[in-house]
């Protein structure tokens, strides 16, 4: 399922606080869940748990200038020997006031039951944006620092320092608005550490690469770029799991569809390679012992980082926030989870989309929620859940739709990205209008600053 959401985002990144050793120490209390063993106990469990000790490849990007153009809202700068694409970011620095609210808001429904997280992840232009061209930029680095000023109760994972620390590696890619899955593993350590979970290092994963990969950038630039970014693309590096793990998909209710693999590569969308796009809700079983089950509350953002939790949760729950019909606190207390980790970019968490927040946790509930994958499906051979290896599973009973079967129905702008499988019926032709024909201008999107 084509499920990438193009989030045009941008911010001015305090590179300032250039403490070059790492992650972010904001070790939270270790308050006691009702449903699970003490925090305490599962802190003890960290044999696989790394050294905190590399300092990371990183770069003085906002201190040095570069050629750049600035294309609509997209800053087009030559940076190691390379052109890098990033999103403009522009926003108040109250502008996540609102997501701080809700996430509050469900830690106080929520109360003992289940410990809340927030991961504001930054677009690139964060970290990469040259020094001449900081003007066109707002910060997200003091909106962040906002935003976990004004949490109650909610353990704020700020994942800045470390991803800047990282910045010279491929953290983010130079012709997609969305971060490589190795910004996501060195993101999931902080978490991890806040969490007081184990981590297993990047060593306990199967790097898997694919070269010649241009991303969702490849919409909005110009000709010339374009052509440029094809003779000069990304490779995309993703990992998977040593550690032995089970993937179940479910619908937008949660009601049971299928086991199947974690990872099953797109060529022509290479992003979807993480469970067919990311769309469907889904739940990972693990051989953590741990009594500790995350529920990920995720935008485009959080897509690749769940499978570096396969070694630090029993099982790991992961719904769309705008793809999901269930009452999050229902399935948080029906499903006994203990942690909630809302992961989602700075796009969501600054304009309208975070009110879709809001609605997750106070919809209409369907009554109990149980997970009616039956014994038979559990017991199947995944192939997923054998080292890592994605396996062939073409005996599985239920197949969900393939891309080619569904007609995608697009809103893209600038800043604004949907792509909801809305009829598994084509539209006719003379129904259909092109989302990307705009006359010509601002290549398919409307500005909106």
Request: glycine fraction near 6%; charged fraction near 30%.
């Amino acid at each position: 399922m084509n499920s990438w959401k193009i989030r045009i985002l941008s911010a001015v990144m305090a590179m300032g606080m250039l403490a070059a050793v790492g992650c972010n120490d904001k070790n939270a209390d270790t308050a006691s869940s009702e449903l699970t063993v003490s925090k305490a106990e599962t802190e003890t469990d960290t044999d696989s748990e790394p050294e905190d000790t590399d300092i990371g490849e990183h770069k003085d990007y906002d201190k040095q200038d570069a050629n750049a153009d600035f294309l609509g809202g997209i800053i087009i700068a030559d940076q190691d020997g390379s052109k890098r694409c990033m999103e403009v970011f522009r926003a108040d620095e109250d502008s996540g006031s609102f997501y701080a609210s809700e996430v509050n808001a469900m830690k106080e429904r929520l109360g003992n039951k289940a410990d809340v997280y927030s991961m504001a992840v930054p677009s690139s232009c964060e970290l990469y944006c040259p020094a001449n061209m900081r003007g066109e930029i707002d910060s997200q680095s003091t909106i962040i620092d906002n935003i976990n000023d004004s949490l109650i109760g909610v353990k704020g994972v700020d994942v800045l320092p470390t991803l800047t620390n990282h910045n010279a590696e491929n953290i983010y890619f130079r012709t997609d608005t969305r971060w490589a899955p190795l910004g996501a593993y060195y993101a999931g350590k902080v978490f991890a550490k806040t969490a007081g979970v184990p981590y297993a290092d990047i060593s306990e994963y199967t790097p898997s690469k694919t070269t010649d990969y241009v991303g969702n950038m490849s919409m909005f630039v110009d000709y010339e770029t374009l052509e440029t970014l094809k003779t000069d693309p990304d490779d995309f590096v993703y990992y998977k799991p040593k550690a032995e793990y089970k993937t179940f998909y479910y619908d937008e209710s949660f009601e049971f569809l299928t086991e199947d693999k974690f990872f099953e590569e797109v060529p022509d969308s290479m992003y979807d390679t993480f469970y067919k796009g990311g769309f469907y809700s889904l739940k990972i079983e693990t051989k953590v012992k741990n009594g500790r089950k995350l529920l990920i509350i995720k935008d485009n953002a959080g897509t690749a980082i769940a499978p570096f939790f396969t070694s630090s949760f029993e099982e790991i729950y992961v719904v769309d926030k705008d793809y999901t019909e269930v009452n999050a606190v229902e399935m948080i207390e029906d499903f006994r989870i203990t942690d909630v980790l809302y992961c989602l970019d700075m796009f969501t968490i600054t304009t309208q989309s975070a009110y879709g927040l809001e609605t997750l946790r106070t919809q209409a509930t369907h009554g109990r929620l149980e997970d009616n994958a039956t014994d038979s499906d559990s017991d199947k051979d995944s192939d997923s859940d054998k080292d890592g290896s994605d396996k062939d599973d073409s005996d599985t009973e239920e197949e969900i739709t393939t891309d080619s079967e569904i007609q995608y129905v697009y809103d893209v702008g600038l800043n604004n990205s949907v792509g909801v499988a809305e009829t598994e019926e084509s539209i006719p032709e003379d129904q259909y209008e092109d989302p990307y024909d705009d006359g010509g201008e601002n290549y398919g999107y409307e500005e909106e600053y």
